[in-house]
């Protein structure tokens, strides 16, 4: 199994203490803003990651252009436009499908147990294409990783299958199946800005502008289902119980899942500048185990604070992917 603890010093002895409060700070908050949404509705996927991306591009930008050096990570790109093109369909496309998914009956914490699979994914892409060699120890906590995510996962369907009819379990295993698909794609997704980095010396200020305006043509085509899902989340009740009974959404008392959009455009921004940071310091897999970290802490606050039933076979699995 891979020594976390080590890791985690080490990477603290090199000065990266802030983007690991950013991923834990903001990346945590993220999971739970978007499940305040899906726990509610599950058609929002498409205007939640239009959303994401449209106001990181205006939020990093804000951030970046106030001072010398971010303006030269803006304008001054060290990375040619065909190596970032690659990034931003691997990168729309995870996120898109990790937003959509939620749609086919997945629960957020067999969500987050799935995408914990990623390491499993990184290390066979770097050994089939980019000639990684890994340890014994390594090749263990995949292991593990994978048994973790096939038990979650059995276990999920047999509760989708017992619970409801055939239509919603078949519904399901399509999630299932497009989680597998973004998790190699993210994966993929990982090496090119890991080899980006290291051969272009590109900023992680100019990695998050670019893959993320880079990507807004590619929401072209869903913007009358962004438009449609957006109104649903305008027919939400106000944020704020009044005492008076008034439950019409004002200004001074918006639709609350529109609140829980904007802060999780927030809390998105905040999380991917802490991804971005720590990969420009770091290895593909480095990173992938330390959101791993960060996804078993959103797991149990998923548990804690939403109340979902806890099953022996979710929890055997989860404790076999977080243990690897």
């Given amino acids: 199994m891979f020594n976390v603890s080590p890791a985690i010093m080490a990477m603290a002895s090199w000065g990266l203490v802030t983007p690991l409060l950013l991923i834990f700070g903001g990346c945590c908050s993220n999971v739970y803003t978007l499940e305040a949404i899906t726990h509610r509705t599950s ?46 369909i691997c990168h729309f496309s995870v996120s898109w499908l990790n937003n959509m998914v939620l749609d086919f009956h997945i629960s957020v914490p067999v969500f987050i147990i799935m995408r914990s699979g990623g390491s499993v994914v990184t290390m066979l892409l770097g050994w089939l294409f980019y000639d990684r060699q890994y340890t014994q120890r390594q090749i263990s906590a995949v292991a593990l990783l994978t048994l973790g995510v096939v038990v979650s996962t059995a276990a999920s369907r047999n509760n989708a299958s017992s619970a409801s009819d055939p239509e919603m379990s078949g519904r399901f295993m399509i999630g ?93 921004l905040i999380c991917i500048s802490g991804v971005n940071r720590l990969a420009s310091h770091s290895t593909a897999l480095s990173v992938s185990i330390v959101l791993n970290l960060r996804k078993f802490i959103s797991l149990v606050l998923s548990f804690c604070v939403f109340g979902h039933h806890i099953d022996p076979g979710i929890v055997l699995g989860a404790a076999l992917v977080f243990l690897g």
Avoid: C
């Fill in 176 to 268: 299932i199946a497009l989680m597998v698909l973004a998790q190699f794609v993210a994966s993929m997704m990982g090496l090119f800005l890991e080899r980006a980095f290291r051969k272009h010396g590109a900023s992680w200020q100019e990695s998050l502008f670019w893959t993320h305006i880079l990507a807004l043509p590619f929401f072209l085509p869903l913007l009358g289902q962004v438009n449609r899902q957006f109104h649903i989340l305008l027919k939400s009740e106000p944020f704020f119980k009044l005492a008076d009974g008034h439950v019409e959404p004002s200004l001074l008392n918006p639709p609350s899942l529109v609140v829980h959009l904007v802060l999780n455009v927030i809390t998105q």
């Fill in 43 to 88: 058609a929002a996927g498409s205007v939640i990651t239009f959303a994401q991306f449209f106001g990181i591009v205006i939020g990093s930008f804000g951030m970046f252009s106030s001072s010398a050096i971010g303006r030269q990570a803006l304008w001054n790109r060290k990375v040619p436009l065909w190596d970032y093109l690659k990034i931003v």
